[in-house]
């Protein structure tokens, strides 16, 4: 099958899931911006990958020619009903342009303000710590699975309001969605599960409404009316999906630099005053999220013919790395000065949820390094997922 | 040394505040804004160029003087 033949180059024909890209995508976007700075391919539909910082921020502002109507970096190669009926915005706001963009966004920040994050902080600090605890003793864990994928589920269900308890099956939804969009049956399965689910916790509300994220949706009044309840579903589906894959990445990606880096570990903990410097550091080397745009008229961008309905890959992992916006790109420095980095996109679209990744990550950092400073990666094999969301899914370490 | 946030750029990042919260605030909806008249005094010029160099949508300026 075409989509998934192996890539004989990359500039004409990449392939964001093949195995080479997931495991390192860092020495491929470094070839092509010395070739082919926005490469191409027609595996998936046309699509274009930029790898040049200025040229990802150039696409991002100009939302007039690149739509966010279609962002799935892997396009659905399936119908799914329940989705089409239910969803008829998709999840705004980040599948949206303006102006259902910008009062949809309106509705989604307060809950993810620096004020109302800090109020999240102590649930995060007792859930990571408790994480650590519960393999301490063992000297060894996986730091994926055992730990950072336990995190922001657990953080995400708190705000929205719905139980904890079904924090495995929320991830398992998520991944369907994002990490095994190729699949269609599984992505079909996921994505109807997890709006099946999201319909009755709305249904519920109606008589036992609640404080939490998703009851405030629903009692929210715009220009006079209650806002519509295919928007509060795809607001909340967006919550879930957008703030799980999404930070448990950077708290793998994080966790094994540190484990493969000893000398950036023992800096870190020696000096915990790098910590705001050093999340920063790590979100940029490792970014998560690649998100897509669609061209919405034919287009020269340099100098490449996008047309009418292409597909444009936000490669904001890849614009991290440009050593024409970085000293020293491929390079981890823990007090970077000076880093403009866009991990969490860069326009209208900036991450919503970006003051609650930051401060996951800081948290879950600081709770392993203070009962684990010591560590490294065991003798067995890390696993990366990637396409829209890369970081490790397995990351055993051993610990004295 | 004077700065500002121009709110046109802005897109709530809130670099700026994690760099200098003594420099910045940022409202429920992530814009950003000087405190002050955003007059910076000596002893924070350094974390004021700071702000400025870190902000991805070239949003904080420091004004002519």
């Known amino acids: 099958m075409a989509r998934t033949q192996p890539v004989s180059q990359w500039a004409t024909d990449f392939n964001v899931l093949d195995s080479a890209y997931v495991a390192d995508p860092f020495t491929i976007w470094d070839d092509l911006r010395g070739s082919c700075p926005v490469a191409h391919t027609d595996r998936r539909g046309s699509t274009w990958l930029p790898t040049r910082y200025d040229d990802v921020v150039a696409l991002a502002h100009d939302i007039e020619h690149f739509s966010s109507l279609e962002v799935g970096v892997i396009p659905l190669a399936v119908e799914v009903p329940v989705q089409d009926r239910v969803l008829p915005y998709g999840l705004p706001p980040i599948s949206a342009d303006p102006p259902l963009h910008t009062w949809t966004r309106r509705l989604l920040l307060p809950w993810f303000s620096h004020h109302r994050v800090e109020g999240y902080e102590e649930m995060t600090r007792a859930l990571c710590g408790g994480l650590v605890d519960s393999f301490l003793a063992e000297g060894r864990a996986d730091a994926a699975a055992d730990y950072a994928q336990q995190i922001p589920v657990r953080v995400i269900a708190y705000i929205l309001g719905v139980p904890l308890e079904l924090s495995d099956t929320f991830t398992g939804w998520v991944r369907d969605v994002l990490e095994f969009a190729d699949d269609p049956d599984r992505r079909r399965r996921g994505a109807t599960e997890l709006l099946t689910f999201f319909v009755a916790e709305v249904a519920r509300r109606r008589t036992e409404p609640g404080d939490d994220l998703l009851s405030e949706l629903m009692q929210t009044e715009v220009e006079g009316k209650r806002v519509e309840e295919s928007i509060v579903l795809g607001t909340a589906a967006l919550v879930l999906i957008a703030g799980v894959d999404t930070t448990w990445s950077a708290i793998g990606s994080s966790l094994w630099h540190l484990a493969a880096h000893p000398e950036d570990r023992r800096r870190l903990v020696a000096e ?31 100098g490449c013919p996008m047309k009418h309905g292409d597909k444009v890959l936000m490669n904001f992992p890849g614009a991290n790395r440009d050593p024409d916006a970085f000293e020293d790109a491929d390079r981890v420095i823990l007090d970077r000065a000076i880093n403009r980095h866009v991990a969490f996109g860069s326009g209208i679209h900036r991450c919503a949820g970006s003051n609650l990744a930051r401060m996951e990550l800081r948290v879950a950092l600081e709770e392993w390094l203070a009962r684990i400073p010591e560590f490294r990666l065991a003798d067995a094999e890390v696993t990366w997922a990637g396409g829209q969301v890369r970081g490790p899914r397995t990351l055993p370490v051993v610990f004295p | 040394m004077k700065i500002r946030v121009d709110p ?58």
């Open chain 1, 272 to 302: 915990p005053e790098l910590m705001p410097t050093a999340i920063e550091e790590l979100l940029r080397a490792y970014s998560p999220v690649t998100m897509a745009r669609v061209v919405t008229e034919d287009i020269e961008f340099e």
């Open chain 2, 8 to 65: 046109e750029k802005c897109q709530g990042h809130a670099r700026c505040y994690g760099l200098a919260p003594e420099l910045f605030d940022v409202d429920d909806y992530g814009l950003a804004s000087v405190r002050g008249d955003g007059s910076v005094p000596a002893a924070l010029e350094d974390k004021a160029r700071l702000a400025i160099a870190n902000c991805p949508e070239y949003a904080v300026e420091a004004l002519p003087d």
